[in-house]
């Protein structure tokens, strides 16, 4: 490329100082710019050379004089201009919703990421690495930050995910929301400790011996390559409500008094589970396991258990008003006292094995055969599936 030098003199400074010269590089085209070139982190430094200094000269040259930057170092001129403009098209913060095509880039978690098919639709990026590309990292808190794990501490956004970063620590009210979790947590004590919007990484093992009542999961990020295990463990009134817990592994776990309301426990294994007194109101359980689990006095209205086992499941004195139980298995299940009123039971199985009584609440709802208890041509399910 042919390159004209243009030699510039500075004026003679206060104090008898000599006369200096430099030397400005003026490119035939102007150089292209991105539109992250404010953004970058390592902005070019400009010479002392101001636009009214140039007035006068090669116009041609300078006609785009506010948005070139002159690098104090010209050794290292040509690699001026080397911020990448992200990919995609910017379609702002993520959302279950919105159906996104692919190339669209939306931000996540502080990261950003770019679509990589179409129909991409309710898939959280940071889980879901066959929908999404991160292009940008999140910018987590300093890690001098991030080694002060103690009661009450201030954890969010911090990186955890390693195997035992946080096994057997006291954590008691601490901070982790919008936090990376992953490995064994031993006997960590998370009593009322903070991690919503959490994200799971790996895998997070809730064991026994953690404590984790009253602590907040809410919006917790999980799924089944990323999943929840909690087999077993304690987590009475735990926040859960709105968390993504796709294929949870929480068999023989008790969450007596939690809020699970707006969770995604879609093909979890509940069996044996404690939920007594729970909150599950429109919480997705379809084709999830809760054989032989109890909710008695659960509440669990407009709840989906779309083909979910519930056999020998306690769902005595439960509130399922306007639950979906389509195709469930109801083998031995006791719905004794339990509110059925708008309950969909279309095709539900082993219903003539299922205990109900006089204070079982069938009004407005869909019997196993199709029939609609509608007070006059049905008044009760009995006779209609069970």
């Known amino acids: 490329m042919n390159k004209r030098t243009l030699l510039l003199t500075t004026l003679p400074l206060l104090g008898g100082l000599a006369l200096g010269s430099a030397y400005l590089t003026i490119s035939s085209k102007a150089p292209e710019f991105t539109d992250t070139v404010a953004e970058s982190s390592e902005s070019p430094v400009l010479s002392d050379v101001t636009a009214h200094q140039l007035t006068g000269h090669n116009q041609r040259g300078v006609a785009n004089i506010s948005r070139i930057a002159i690098l104090e170092n010209p050794a290292i001129q040509k690699n001026a201009y080397v911020t990448e403009k992200l990919p995609g098209i910017f379609r702002g913060d993520w959302g279950e919703t919105p159906v996104y095509a ?61 195997e035992n970063s946080l096994k057997d620590r006291d954590l008691q009210g601490a901070d982790l929301s919008q936090a ?51 087999e077993g463990a304690t987590m009475n009134k735990a926040n859960f409500s709105n968390a993504n817990l796709y294929g949870a592994n929480l068999k023989a776990a008790t969450l007596t008094g939690a809020n699970l309301t707006g969770a995604t426990l879609t093909s979890a294994d509940m069996r044996a589970s404690h939920m007594e007194a729970a909150d599950l109101s429109k919480t997705d359980l379809t084709y999830a ?8 006095g659960a509440t669990l209205n407009k709840a989906d258990l779309t083909e979910a086992n519930l056999s020998k499941a306690n769902f005595s004195a439960a509130d399922l008003h306007n639950a979906n139980l389509a195709g469930a298995n109801l083998a031995e299940t006791n719905l004794s006292g339990a509110d059925l009123s708008g309950v969909n039971l279309t095709d539900a199985q082993g219903t003539n094995s299922t205990l109900i009584d006089s204070d079982t609440n069938f009004t407005a709802a869909i019997c196993p055969d199709g029939v609609v208890v509608d007070g006059r041509n049905a008044t009760t399910c009995l006779g209609h599936g069970f």
């Open 180 to 230: 990376r979790l992953g490995g064994n947590l031993g006997s960590a004590n998370l009593n009322g400790a903070n991690l919503s919007g959490a994200a799971v990484i790996g895998s997070l093992r809730i064991r026994p011996d953690t404590q984790m009542d009253h602590a907040n999961l809410s919006d917790l990020q999980s799924d089944g390559n990323n999943p929840l295990i909690a």
């Open 289 to 296: 396991r809760l054989s032989e689990a109890s909710f008695t």
């Open 102 to 162: 692919a190339n669209d880039r939306v931000n996540f978690e502080g990261a950003a990421y770019l679509s990589l098919l179409d129909d991409n639709q309710n898939q959280p990026p940071s889980l879901s690495s066959a929908y999404w590309r991160m292009v940008k990292a999140a910018e987590l808190k300093n890690n001098g930050a991030c080694l002060l794990i103690g009661p009450d501490a201030d954890l969010d956004t911090c990186d955890f995910a390693q």
